[in-house]
């Protein structure tokens, strides 16, 4: 090896692990990217000796919420430089968050905003998915074709929601863009008019407190608009992502739909892996505090969580993502938005979960419940893949980012919110022990995290990323 070949960093002793292969080597890195694995490699400029430790692939977060704008009063918790610091904390090297558009206003400049937002605060890699809430002849013809090739290849609909949701009609129109210009979309599948008439009747009755938004999106409403959403890929032949699916009901219509050979791809998140009803409050339960874990679809029950479980291992689900929505709890502009004799509809939907996405699921691997190739699979490989984004990250291997998490399988951590490093005053995981943590994070061969320590790397040397075609098989 030449000096111009000399290494700006090499990796000891790594005991690496990819969605499919592990094995011993060091790595090498240069330039910010993996150059060489091998034996024996000569001395680099850093060293890092990784012993007893995992090298995993940094993980994709393909699903969380960060700055996004939001109606008049309320505020998200996290921006891009506190949201991308907890999520390297977390073993996290890439971020995908959603520029928004409004209703009545264009996809364009949402995405413009987006990137200002963006600018000189993100500390790692970041692409975006879109959010289409106006589907006009101009973004249907214009705009989302336009910005498909220009590398925002995956965005998000909703079924509910009265500031988002699509009506039939016009989720067809989007899924047909997305069919024309190789995008993939994703759905929040979750029936509007069955939310809102359940909500009335509650409300209604002076039942308001936080536990029953979980009475108002029974498995029901999910299991129904799941079923629609995949009959709108058939009809439109065109493969869909559901996002954030909570349960059995909703598990049962993928895993028919994939048995029939339609491509339909599915996420879940921690919040379906360890919350349930309860947790928004018990029976009789006249409170508040079950607001921090109000989200939509909302947590379910023990057997509900098995089922996510299960389903992580047998294929159904690609994907597992944070779906961090950083609403602070103590704070007019979070959760308790108009005060907390407010009825539940009020309350901003979502958990947070940045940080706590990979150890919460690494639990589970060291539960036995998942093996560790299906665990870099979930987290990192596949998301990388569906999203655009491999094999620059997704993987180690010569060529790839050097995106790298020095990962603890033996250590246990007691989650608790003031050791993480999101800006939300509380985490739904409080007090919980989890086994397995990230020890050193590289983001393009720079080490952001150091023995559990975040070194305060410069804010905005996160890059954004072009993301390329969706890679479904
Ligand atoms: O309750 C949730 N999931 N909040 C975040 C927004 C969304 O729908 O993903
Ligand atoms: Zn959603
Ligand atoms: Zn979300």
């Not at 610091?85 to 206003?105: D, L, M």
């Not at 379906?272 to 379910?300: F, I, N, Q, W």
């Amino acid at each position: 090896m030449s000096a111009n070949d000399s290494l700006d960093l090499v990796i000891r002793n790594a005991d690496v692990v990819t969605a499919s292969d592990r094995f011993r080597c060091d790595i090498g890195v240069r330039d910010g990217k993996i150059v060489t694995l091998g034996h024996g490699l000569p001395q680099g400029v850093r060293e890092i000796d990784a012993h007893g430790l995992l090298a995993l692939p940094g993980g994709v977060d393909g699903h969380c919420h960060l700055d996004q704008p939001m109606p008049e009063g309320m505020r998200m918790a996290d921006d891009f430089f506190t949201g991308t610091r907890a999520a390297v904390c977390g073993g996290t090297t890439t971020v995908i968050p959603f520029a928004a558009q409004e209703k009545g206003g264009s996809l364009k400049a949402a995405v413009a905003d987006y990137h200002r937002r963006a600018e000189g605060r993100a500390v790692i890699d970041y692409a975006f998915h879109l959010i289409v809430a106006d589907p006009t002849p101009a973004v249907l013809a214009d705009e989302l074709p336009a910005l498909i090739r220009k590398g925002y290849t995956s965005f998000k609909v909703y079924m509910t929601y009265d500031d988002l949701k699509l009506s039939d009609r016009e989720m067809l129109s989007v899924l047909d863009v997305a069919r024309e210009n190789n995008a993939l979309v994703m759905v929040h599948a979750e029936n509007a008019d069955c939310i809102s008439w359940l909500t009335d009747k509650l409300v209604g009755e002076g039942r308001i407190a936080p536990r029953f938004h979980g009475i108002a999106r029974p498995a029901a409403v999910e299991r129904e608009a799941t079923h629609r959403a995949i009959t709108f890929a058939e009809l439109v032949d065109v493969p869909i992502l559901i996002v954030h699916v909570s349960g059995k009901e909703a598990i049962e219509q993928i895993r028919w739909a994939q048995g029939r050979g339609l491509q339909i791809l599915a996420e879940t998140c921690p919040q379906y892996l360890y919350l349930t009803a309860e947790d928004m409050g018990l029976e009789g339960d006249h409170g508040y505090e079950g607001a921090k874990c109000v989200c939509s679809p909302p947590p379910r029950d023990p057997e509900n969580q098995a089922a996510v479980w299960r389903a992580l291992t047998n294929g159904v689900f690609s994907v597992f993502s944070s779906d961090h929505a950083p609403f602070n709890y103590d704070d007019p502009q979070g959760k308790k938005l108009g005060g907390t004799a407010q009825p539940f509809d009020h309350i901003p939907n979502g958990v947070p979960g940045i940080e706590t996405r990979l150890p919460l699921l690494f639990d589970g691997v060291a539960r036995g419940k998942l093996s560790l190739h299906q665990f870099v699979e979930l987290t990192s490989y596949r998301p990388a893949k569906v999203y655009g984004l491999y094999p620059r990250k997704g993987t180690i291997a010569v060529g790839a980012d050097a995106d790298i998490v020095l990962w603890d399988p033996s250590r246990k951590v007691r989650i608790a919110n003031e050791a993480l490093h999101h800006a939300v005053d509380y985490t739904p995981y409080e007090g919980m022990e989890v086994t397995g943590w990230p020890v050193h994070c590289l983001s393009r061969g720079e080490l952001l995290v150091e023995d559990g320590k975040y070194l305060e790397p410069e804010a905005g040397r996160g890059r954004f990323l072009e993301a390329g075609a969706p890679e479904l098989s």
